[in-house]
């Protein structure tokens, strides 16, 4: 069954963005009766369509399946754009809680103004991404943030490091169990600088090994969430 999100909440209508109302009408090509699932303020709805699919009308409230996940915070490089998109996408998709995009030293992307504007194509891709994995709450987004700021994030922090050899992320995940939040940095293509590892090792973040394979920036997301995903499963 498709799912939305929806945009406000009237009595026991429920009113969606146009770009969704345009998808359902012209993409699906839904009729009145036809049912959808929505959710608002993170609970979960069954609908169906009226008024020639212009209504959607609420018929029962449903129970949201509880979500194995921790909360897990995502720092990412700034990438070219099809590499940066698969990564919202598949994070998204993996339960990710949260993303930061940082400008790091070794990232081929450089903030500007051009790339802060993107932070609205990008939340759209993540829209749709829970839509489709039928999450209950998108991930938060952050603004590109400055490398230092991240020191400043609360949790259990790691960093995937190319330097690193002995301690895995296997490791990691069988001496470390009692966080809520964890913070996993990601350094862009060519690994994170060593000095700015040095400098995240020197406030709590733990360098960690993926193993001797060298993967390329848009893998290492996916290969680690998938690691996360497949050890908190009940």
């Known amino acids: 069954m498709q799912r939305y999100f929806g945009k406000e909440k009237q009595g026991n209508n429920i009113v969606l963005e146009t770009g969704d109302m345009h998808h359902i009408k012209k993409v699906m090509r839904m009729k009145d009766g036809d049912e959808i699932e929505v959710v608002i303020h993170e609970e979960l709805y069954l609908c169906h369509l009226e008024n020639h699919t212009e209504n959607i009308v609420i018929k029962e409230k449903l129970e949201n399946p509880k979500d194995f996940m921790k909360h897990v915070i995502l720092v990412i490089p700034v990438l070219k754009e099809q590499k ?26 450089k903030i500007t103004e051009k790339e802060a504007k993107k932070l609205e194509r990008w939340n759209k891709i993540m829209k749709e991404a829970s839509e489709q994995s039928m999450r209950n709450k998108t991930p938060n987004l952050h ?72 993967m390329r920036v848009e893998t290492v997301p996916i290969y680690v969430l998938s690691v996360l995903n497949y050890e908190y499963m009940e």
Do not use: W
């Open 84 to 109: 940066m998109d698969l990564i919202l996408q598949k994070a998204t998709e993996l339960g990710v809680a949260e993303i930061i995009p940082v400008s790091m030293k070794r990232s081929m992307v």
């Open 143 to 214: 603004p590109v943030t400055k490398f230092s700021e991240i020191v400043k994030l609360e949790g259990k922090k790691i960093v995937c490091s190319t330097i690193e050899k002995e301690n895995s992320l296997k490791k990691f995940l069988q001496t470390s169990t009692n966080y809520d939040k964890l913070i996993i940095v990601i350094g862009p293509e060519g690994g994170i600088d060593p000095e700015e590892e040095t400098f995240l090792k020197e406030h709590d973040f733990i360098s960690v090994t993926l193993g001797p394979r060298i």
